[in-house]
């Protein structure tokens, strides 16, 4: 207490207080970073399970900051969504990805990118107009761009989500459920919601060859899936037993470190040569 002196106030300064002050830092840092070119995006391949074959990409945003050096985004994101930063972050990774999708489409490969969006972006109303002037600065056409949403976005304020989702769809975007398995599941939204893919959880293809219960969910999920139209990806895949799982399922693609870890975009490069050379 401030009564026992100076030394035992610091002593005693609730561990909150320094947790506060971390995080104003790293507020100001993230200010800092989307000036100053500190964010930048790695790429995560998908692979279509069938054929073994690159058949996508997930833009996944990187912050290298000159103080706290590489920040996760699962720390950051938050942080922006608080700050209202999130939305030049949104703009950047849109953009970038855009960018480079229409890079490798030049070189002749013919592969949508997939982009996060988080509930910040769709509470200001503004993404469609926003994803359309980007579409059409980069001159990327509206089918190789994939937004991912997760469940827990959809369970906001719903009109003006759909409304959104429906604007962009119409333009020939297509959507992503993101974490599926993990918000509040609502089967509802699967009808209403058009969208055109389905990402399962990795904390559910995770325990799939550990656990029978894991495995019948994830089985169901892929039926649900298929019946309803939707494109199946499982997340997370670590290792080749439970890739080989996934395809006796029928899963139709896979992202994860068995296959590639998230990586910069030419190294992406390198990984398509290879899958064309063999
Ligand atoms: P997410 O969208 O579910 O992305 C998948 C995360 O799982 C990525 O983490 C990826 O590196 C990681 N991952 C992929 N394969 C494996 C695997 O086999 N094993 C394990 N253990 N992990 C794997 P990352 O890049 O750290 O991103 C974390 C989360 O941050 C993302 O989860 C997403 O929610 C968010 N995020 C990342 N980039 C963006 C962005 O540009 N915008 C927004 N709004 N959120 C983003
Ligand atoms: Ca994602
Ligand atoms: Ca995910
Ligand atoms: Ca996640």
Redesign the pocket.
Known sequence: SKVSGRNTAILYQPEWQDEQRKKSELIQALRFAVQNNELF??Y?PKYHLAKLSINGV?????WQSKDFGLV???TF?PLAEETGL?DD??LF?LKQACIDCKDWLAKGYDMPVS????AA?LSSGMLPEHVLAILTETQLAPRYLEL?I?ESMLMQDQKAIDSQISTLSKQGINFAI??FGTGYSNLHYLSRFQAATL?I??SFV?KLSTSSQHYNLVKGIIVLAKTLGLTTVA????DQNILNILSRLDCDSA????LS??VQLSALYSLLQEKTAS
């Open positions: 995006l790695h995560q997930e833009a996944l945003v990187r996760s985004p699962a994101i999130i972050i949104g990774v982009v996060n969006l988080s972006q991912e997760t993101d974490d990402k959880d990795q995770k997340e997370g895949v670590e992202q994860g470190f068995l870890k998230p």
